[in-house]
């Protein structure tokens, strides 16, 4: 029988959210840049209501900041915040690696080394940042999945935007790619070998050498 299910159109403030939200990632809005919604509406060729709702959105995730003079500006780290953000993933995600080790099963564990692989292989392309920052993401995401705790992975995920735009920041520099996978490896290798504790102290190293690596970023700019 054929398929007559209507596809609901994707709502303008949506893609405005995304199309923003890329922008941001992609560095064409550059941190501390003013954000003009008549601008953006006109650019668009829409009205204002839907960038306005897609603002609203991106303020709550963290992308965007609107001052007491509704002023709208990306994001732009400091020092403090980005300790702040890092201190809760160390907090949270070591633990659940070290639930994750006691609860994965053979299909999730090959799962991951599956994932370590092609990460490698798209390392050895030259496949591009998006693709490398996609697959770190991916890893990070299926450890907090495969810990069926429902509430610890709520908690991250109320940082994911900020989070990943942290990746994007924390690839640049001589051999990250390569220095993240490796951290990766070293974390499913006590998965693998069923040890926990060590799989915790992994990850937690891991979110320290990225925290390191952002800072000395940000000093430099």
């Given at each position: 029988?054929?398929?007559?299910?209507?596809?609901?159109?994707?709502p303008?403030?949506?893609?405005?959210?995304?199309?923003?939200?890329?922008?941001?990632?992609?560095?064409?809005?550059?941190?501390?840049?003013?954000?003009?919604?008549?601008?953006?509406?006109k650019?668009?060729?829409?009205?204002?209501?839907?960038?306005?709702?897609?603002?609203?959105?991106?303020e709550?995730?963290?992308?965007?900041?609107?001052?007491?003079?509704?002023?709208?500006?990306?994001?732009?780290?400091?020092?403090?915040?980005?300790?702040?953000?890092?201190?809760?993933?160390?907090?949270?995600e070591?633990?659940?690696?070290?639930?994750t080790?006691?609860?994965?099963?053979?299909?999730?564990?090959?799962?991951?080394?599956?994932?370590?692989?092609?990460?490698?292989?798209?390392?050895?392309?030259?496949?591009?940042a998006?693709?490398?920052?996609?697959?770190?993401?991916?890893?990070?995401?299926?450890?907090?999945?495969?810990?069926?705790?429902?509430?610890?992975?709520?908690?991250?995920?109320?940082?994911?935007?900020?989070?990943?735009?942290?990746?994007?920041?924390?690839?640049?520099?001589?051999?990250?790619?390569?220095?993240?996978?490796?951290?990766?490896?070293?974390?499913?290798?006590?998965?693998?070998?069923?040890?926990?504790?060590?799989?915790a102290?992994?990850?937690?190293?891991?979110?320290?050498s990225?925290?390191?690596?952002?800072?000395?970023?940000?000093?430099?700019?």
């Open positions: 029988m054929p398929d007559h299910s209507i596809q609901k159109p994707i303008y403030y949506e893609q405005f959210y995304h199309s923003i939200k890329q922008m941001i990632f992609s560095g064409e809005f550059k941190p501390g840049d003013r954000i003009n919604e008549t601008q953006l509406a650019s668009f060729n829409v009205s204002k209501s839907p960038v306005r709702e897609a603002i609203r959105v991106l709550r995730e963290g992308l965007l900041i609107v001052d007491d003079k509704s002023k709208v500006r990306v994001y732009q780290p400091t020092h403090k915040d980005v300790r702040e953000i890092y201190q809760c993933r160390q907090a949270l070591p633990f659940a690696v070290a639930l080790t006691e609860r994965a099963n053979d299909q999730q564990i090959g799962e991951l080394e599956q994932l370590l692989q092609e990460t490698a292989v798209a390392i050895q392309k030259e496949n591009t998006e693709d490398l920052i996609n697959l770190n993401e991916t890893f990070h995401l299926k450890l907090v999945t495969y810990c069926e705790n429902s509430r610890l992975q709520k908690q991250i995920d109320d940082l994911h935007s900020l989070i990943y735009l942290f990746r994007v920041y924390n690839l640049t520099g001589l051999n990250r790619a390569k220095v993240i996978l490796e951290q990766h490896q070293e974390v499913f290798k006590y998965i693998k070998a069923q040890d926990k504790q060590k799989a102290d992994a990850m937690f190293r891991h979110l320290q990225d925290l390191d690596h952002l800072l000395m970023l940000l000093s430099q700019t």
